[in-house]
């Protein structure tokens, strides 16, 4: 069985363009680990089935939600529990790290021009450059 290569988040992120376009870079059991492109207003939505994991690693991000903001800058982390309304915003522009069960939309129960289909970014190949 060939053994998964690593993965360079910011390379990935490099390639990816378009904000608000996950790319999936990892799994943990049934957990997807997710790198994101950030920049504007995403759609305000929930997710009625899971709580969802942001870790900001490069840039700013915002949660905005009914109890109140949550300014996060790179190497904070929040956890927005399953079934709170949450628009995460970026007028800065940001990276982000979600980690969220495999079936998770990214607009949730709020499907948008933003939803986005899974994608799965494979690992470099273990000894290659
Ligand atoms: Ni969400």
């Given at each position: 069985m060939?053994?998964?290569?690593?993965?360079?988040?910011?390379?990935?992120?490099?390639?990816?363009?378009?904000?608000?376009?996950?790319?999936?870079?990892?799994t943990?059991?049934?957990?997807?680990?997710?790198?994101?492109?950030?920049?504007?207003?995403?759609?305000?939505?929930?997710?009625?089935?899971?709580?969802?994991?942001?870790?900001?690693l490069?840039?700013s991000?915002?949660?905005?939600?009914?109890?109140?903001?949550?300014a996060?800058?790179?190497?904070?982390?929040?956890?927005?529990?399953?079934?709170?309304?949450?628009?995460?915003?970026?007028?800065?522009g940001?990276?982000i790290?979600?980690?969220?069960?495999?079936?998770?939309?990214?607009?949730?129960?709020?499907?948008?021009?933003?939803?986005?289909?899974?994608?799965?970014?494979?690992?470099?190949?273990?000894?290659?450059?």
């Amino acid at each position: 069985m060939e053994r998964p290569g690593s993965v360079d988040l910011m390379a990935v992120v490099n390639t990816v363009h378009e904000p608000w376009s996950p790319r999936t870079v990892g799994t943990v059991n049934d957990y997807d680990v997710r790198v994101v492109r950030a920049h504007g207003e995403f759609t305000r939505h929930s997710h009625p089935e899971t709580d969802e994991f942001f870790l900001v690693l490069t840039g700013s991000l915002t949660i905005r939600m009914d109890a109140g903001d949550v300014a996060l800058s790179a190497g904070e982390i929040y956890i927005v529990p399953k079934g709170v309304e949450h628009q995460p915003v970026s007028p800065e522009g940001g990276t982000i790290l979600l980690i969220e069960p495999t079936a998770t939309v990214n607009t949730g129960d709020t499907p948008s021009e933003l939803t986005a289909e899974r994608r799965v970014v494979r690992g470099r190949p273990t000894g290659s450059p």
